[in-house]
């Protein structure tokens, strides 16, 4: 299949049902026809070939994945079964039944196309991204922050959906902007308890995460958002005991050694001077929060608002 990211095109191939399944659910209505410039082909398999003998050059601090240098070549092997082989504009690599099964496919997608993203201008964060007044809002933190739930909160508050777990960003005009990135939301359980009005939203349960997946359009009643400059950035964390959720001003070195955990591939040492930069310019141009999260984040729309369009200024 073809598909948009930004303005590129780029083909998703596999001989997988798995896979091909997946990545149907994954870009739904982002397919396209124009002639591809960037590639990726993923194959399934009982096993993964051999690691090169050599330890790896980079070793991701979460135990997500492993980055080995072969030859010219570099191989992402993802702890939770895939190992994909990177070139120029093409990548190709095996999936195992595991990271299918488990809701990896769209780490593993992302981040074996995220080189050829970088080398174009454009790079991923992990983040949850939503507009508001023409004006881009992210929430980043690590699992079980609450970046998720927070984000569901402002689409069901009328907000415009950009991205869930991964957002494209690109510096223009002289300033970073977030993009319209594909992806489903995938919340637990307790989630729906404190935000109810996900229930009557469509979606249907994830056995193997015991979790639940919510298409953006099932959610976002303004549809997709255009993109747009990113003027805030929320560091959410789950408070227990708290009732009302709020926010606090955050240092921008704080705020921007957090990105740099979030977003920047050390090994990736040809785009790390870019991708610094722009970093340093998100920062610059965004004021930073840290969000406390109480019980009642169905008022976060209200309470984040403010951050952004007029009522900012």
Known sequence: ????????????????????????????????????????????????????????????????????????????HFHDGALVRLYQDRAEGVVLDTALGNGRLEDVTLTSLAPMLRARGYYLLHAFAATHDGEAV??????????????????????????????????????????????????????????PALRHRRGYPHAATASYIFPAASVADGGWGEPGPVRALYFPQIERGLETSEVQPLEKAVALARLVEESVDRWDTGALAAHLNLLHALVAGAEAYRLHLGKDVDRLPELLAPATGEERR
């Open 138 to 195: 992210l929430i980043s933190g690590s699992s079980g922050s609450g970046k998720t739930t927070s984000g569901a909160s402002l689409l069901l508050g009328g907000w415009r959906y950009l991205a869930n777990d991964a957002v494209l960003l690109q510096q223009r005009d002289g300033a970073v902007f977030a993009l319209p990135t594909p992806g489903y939301l995938q919340v637990r359980p307790p989630t729906l308890f404190l935000l």
């Open 1 to 76: 299949m073809r598909v948009r990211l930004a303005d590129l095109s780029v083909l998703l191939e596999s001989e997988a049902e798995g896979v091909q399944e997946e990545w149907a659910r994954l870009f739904a209505g982002w397919e396209c026809a124009a002639e591809p410039e960037i590639a990726l082909t993923l194959q399934q398999a009982g096993r993964l070939p051999p690691l090169p003998e050599l330890p790896p050059v980079y070793a991701d601090d979460r135990g997500i994945v492993d980055v080995y240098l072969e030859g010219r070549e570099y191989l992402l």
